[in-house]
């Protein structure tokens, strides 16, 4: 804002179906990224129970529950599913559900998320993995430290979007070179970019995602791209010294404008 830098946010910019085609690589990308880190963390030479997240015929089958079918939590199930777990994901939009239906298996059950649902889900399951963003300014959460009482001891927490005290309580941020954590015996891998992991295919689906954006905005310069495309314009977070994104105006308790009036549409 000093700089009066015009800023556009990845996260925000979203497309005709109200969906968010320049996050949803790497939200797929980190969906199954947690996947992959359950598997790992699981193993009891990474400190985790021992338990192979696939179905073996004599032993019981694993059970992972996500909690949002958005991309990446789809993204989650579709690696859990085909590995033979019973999979359950939590969400409250019954479209997600048929978005999430017609692409997962018929292991995947689909839960509406409430309380009652999540305190069975949580009894018993031995993968939790959290696939929603929590909003900045809420001050609440969807599972409390008091709730990892209801898991089994050394069941494991993947926060996929990673807020710190977000949806799960507990989150805190770690990093690929120390990735773990354990709370009241519930173990937490809370790395915040899951897809660096995986930074050749990363890239090359991000660069894809973005470079229809970067012409329109190279073609029309970035005033004009930002006033004719909505859709874009809604990523916008700072505009040649204003604030234009509310959340951060809540969350730090500053002032700010909409993209419309900053632009003088």
Not at 42 to 49: A, L, S, V, Y
Not at 112 to 137: F, G, H, Q
Request: hydrophobic share 40%.
């Amino acid at each position: 804002m000093e700089n009066k830098v015009i800023a556009i946010a990845y996260e925000d910019v979203t497309d005709e179906n109200g969906e968010f085609p320049l996050l949803k690589p790497q939200s797929i990308i980190a969906g199954k990224g947690g996947f992959i880190a359950a598997l790992n963390f699981m193993q009891r030479i990474h400190g985790g129970k021992g338990i192979l997240l696939s179905r073996v015929d004599g032993v019981r089958t694993p059970e992972i529950t996500i909690i949002g079918a958005g991309n990446s939590g789809t993204a989650a199930a579709e690696l859990a599913a085909a590995f033979g777990n019973k999979v359950t994901i939590l969400d409250i939009s019954s479209e997600q559900f048929g978005k999430a239906r017609k692409v997962l298996p018929a292991n995947v059950e689909l839960l509406y998320s409430n309380r009652a649902n999540i305190e069975m889900c949580l009894k018993r399951t031995d993968v939790l993995i959290n696939c929603i963003l929590w909003p900045k300014w809420r001050k609440d959460h969807l599972i409390t430290r008091e709730m990892l009482k209801l898991m089994k001891e050394g069941a494991l927490i993947v926060d996929v979007a990673c807020d710190e005290a977000g949806a799960i309580e507990t989150t805190k941020a770690t990093s690929h070179d120390d990735p773990v954590y354990i709370v009241d015996g519930i173990t937490h891998y809370c790395v915040d970019n899951i897809p660096s992991a995986f930074s050749q295919t990363a890239t090359t689906t991000l660069c894809n995602a973005t470079l229809p954006y970067l012409l329109e905005i190279a073609n029309k310069g970035v005033k004009r791209a930002l006033i004719e495309n909505k859709y874009l314009r809604r990523g916008l977070t700072t505009y040649e010294g204003k604030l234009t994104l509310e959340e951060t105006g809540l969350k730090q308790n500053r002032p700010y404008i909409s993209p419309e009036e900053a632009l003088g549409m």
